[in-house]
């Protein structure tokens, strides 16, 4: 009995001792990281990762240089050599023209054809990528099995990475002689087959994209959806894709800005013809096609004519600069994020 009552007064004494044990415990573990921060590090170990760290942080410096003074000589070349061009030619003959023939007498500078064979087959190319890019980014988001998405990301990648001046033969060779047979007035260079074909190829741009901002909406949405008693469709696209709705958008603007870019498949599908028309079945030439026609040709340097591919790549670096701008401020409303 005498050693029963004395249990529970040893047990009061360790229980009154642990705050006491539990302190000594923290001091040592103190001690002991003190011990291990005062490790003395000889002078030439520490020299040795200043000197790492200087030259990672000099180099990657001089990679972010090497990029900001890219784009600022592009710039300077195109304003530089503009200046040549539009100190003989007026910006406002430039820009409202409705003929462009700088290389036949009588000379016209008006680049309107060139902006409008290029805004025709932009069209033309987001109206095929935009939609099956949309429907492609829901399947894979919200449908898709992960062996499906297996296979269908894997191809949407395939098609990212064919040459352009592939694409551009089989609008030529398979595209064109196609579609021949349902409109016979399609001409054999067309700003139709052009553009679809451009479609196909910023297809995976627009899916992969749209496909990020559908699977960044929280599921929150979809389960109160769904608890309400909407259908698996009412709530892809009425709660999913409105919700991803600024990430898609700037998706079909990358889209626009890779079109309005391109230049191998309008150069051998679209024609080297600058009339101003909004006529998918006839030839065109847009302001990258005409770029490329100048500098393979045999135009003297520094001659009007020859500056005129600065003057058209200047409009053309403004036109996708604007579009670049628009796309980075939906994705910065989407993320969040003020400009």
Known sequence: ??????????????????????????GTLSNREQVVARVPVSPRVRWRVRVEERVALAFLFLCALVGILTTFAIVFILLSESLGFFRQVSLREFLTGTRWAPLFNPKSFGVLPLVTGTLLTTLIAIAVAAPMGLIVAVYLSEYASRRMRGVIKPTLEVLAGIPTVVYGYFALTFVTPLLQRFIPALEGFNALSAGLV??????????????????????????????????????????????????????????????????????????????????????????TTYIVQIAMGDVPHGTLEYNTIFAVGLLLFVITLILNLVSEAFRARYKGVRL
């Open 1 to 26: 009995m005498a050693q029963n009552r004395a249990a529970p007064s040893q047990a009061a004494e360790v229980g009154s001792s642990s705050p006491s044990g539990y302190q000594a415990a923290q």
């Open 198 to 287: 451009m479609g196909i190829m910023i297809l995976p741009t627009v899916a992969s994209l749209s496909e990020d901002a559908l699977s960044a909406v929280p599921n929150s949405l979809r389960y109160a959806s769904l608890a309400l008693g909407a259908t698996r469709l009412q709530t892809t696209w009425g709660v999913v894709v409105p919700a991803a709705m600024s990430g898609i958008s700037a998706a079909f603007l990358l889209g626009i800005s890779r079109a309005v870019g391109e230049t191998m498949i309008v150069a051998i599908a679209a024609g080297q013809q600058p009339t101003l028309t909004f006529n998918p079945l006839r030839a065109i030439e847009t302001m």
